[in-house]
T-cell receptor, first 114, second 116 residues
Framework: AQSVTQLDSHVSVSEGTPVLLRCNYSSSYSPSLFWYVQHPNKGLQLLLKYTSAATLVKGINGFEAEFKKSETSFHLTKPSAHMSDAAEYFCVVSSNNAGNMLTFGGGTRLMVKP | KAGVTQTPRYLIKTRGQQVTLSCSPISGHRSVSWYQQTPGQGLQFLFEYFSETQRNKGNFPGRFSGRQFSNSRSEMNVSTLELGDSALYLC???????????????FGEGSRLTVL
């Protein structure tokens, strides 16, 4: 069984300040971990992916995430928020034998203030 | 390259009716997955198809069904609609089905179903 917990349902930052979206996972197998972003009235877009290579993963639009096995965490960060980053972010886990059956966290809505 | 296309984008049905949603994957993608998104339950996996075969199925009642055609297009059907079926139904396609490369999905914009 696998599960994902996103620790904050809403995060508000000012433009130009750092972003931290927190995610903890649970998986019986060596997991693959992802962050997806959903802008209003849009489908989801893959930001980045971890699959047991480097523990620090760089994604699109300046986002990165660090896999910490000891803490079962996969937090998403960005050094400087931009207004266009306002969206909902989903932490996702998949086990290697699950194909494209993904387990999503509850989502974190990121608000960026000018 | 055209993205994942879902039709219809919006629809309204009444309880007891049935609905069919369609998904055209990105050209060359043979895996199609369906997800249900609701405010209460979040994003939940419905099923995945590859080469016209269902590979995985989520924990949904038998009223939810799907299929995939030889051109990789997929449909999902919900029969005997209930109020709780109101949701955004998202389709995603992938070219990757090997173990180490799964999870990289390209999503459509969804079909928003309202059941009255």
């Amino acid at each position: 069984a696998q599960s994902v917990t996103q620790l904050d349902s809403h995060v508000s930052v000012s433009e130009g300040t750092p972003v931290l979206l927190r995610c903890n996972y649970s998986s019986s197998y060596s997991p693959s971990l992802f962050w997806y972003v959903q802008h209003p009235n849009k489908g989801l877009q893959l930001l980045l992916k971890y699959t047991s290579a480097a523990t620090l993963v760089k994604g699109i639009n300046g986002f990165e995430a660090e896999f910490k096995k000891s803490e079962t965490s996969f937090h998403l960060t960005k050094p400087s928020a931009h207004m266009s980053d306002a969206a909902e972010y989903f932490c996702v886990v998949s086990s290697n034998n699950a194909g494209n059956m993904l387990t999503f966290g509850g989502g974190t809505r990121l608000m960026v203030k000018p | 390259k055209a993205g994942v296309t879902q039709t219809p984008r919006y629809l309204i049905k009444t309880r007891g009716q049935q609905v069919t949603l369609s998904c055209s994957p990105i050209s060359g993608h043979r895996s199609v997955s369906w997800y249900q998104q609701t405010p209460g339950q979040g994003l939940q996996f419905l099923f995945e198809y590859f080469s016209e075969t269902q590979r995985n199925k989520g924990n949904f009642p038998g009223r939810f069904s799907g299929r995939q055609f030889s051109n990789s297009r997929s449909e999902m059907n919900v029969s005997t609609l209930e109020l709780g079926d109101s949701a955004l139904y998202l389709c995603a396609s992938s070219s990757r089905v090997r173990r180490a490369n799964t999870g990289e999905l390209f999503f459509g914009e969804g079909s928003r179903l309202t059941v009255l």
